[in-house]
């Protein structure tokens, strides 16, 4: 619980300075970091929606929210609640498939090979 909170405030902050991407990299680094336990990937990637919801919730008190979404939903024919939960799948992907990816590429590079012989 407190991890995906800590994760949630890193990637809304590092969204907040950097942009979308940020959340991918903050997947890639705790996935990596916890290579070990398998880069817990749904931890991340419920901290990394999380985080996004944060940055709607501030949003939403300090602007028109409702009216961009409504006005965008309705340029993508589509309903308000399914455009924000759209919107909050987006993060949870990232970091799932950032932590996953980079938790089995650091312990894929942590492996000793065996040498070949020739």
């Not at 939403?60 to 308000?80: D, I, N, Q, Y």
């Amino acid at each position: 619980m407190i991890f995906s909170f800590v994760i949630a405030l890193v990637v809304a902050t590092a969204t907040w300075v950097a942009g979308w991407w940020a959340a991918a990299i903050v997947a890639i680094v705790a996935g990596f970091l916890y290579r070990a336990e398998g880069g817990r990937p749904w931890r991340v990637a419920l901290g990394a929606s999380e985080g996004w919801a944060l940055l709607l919730i501030i949003d939403a008190f300090s602007g028109p929210l409702v009216h961009v979404a409504s006005t965008l939903a309705g340029a993508m024919a589509l309903p308000a609640p399914a455009l924000l939960l759209v919107t909050l799948l987006f993060p949870a992907l990232l970091g799932w498939s950032g932590a996953i990816v980079a938790a089995e590429l650091g312990r894929w590079r942590s492996q000793p090979r065996a040498l070949s012989s020739q």
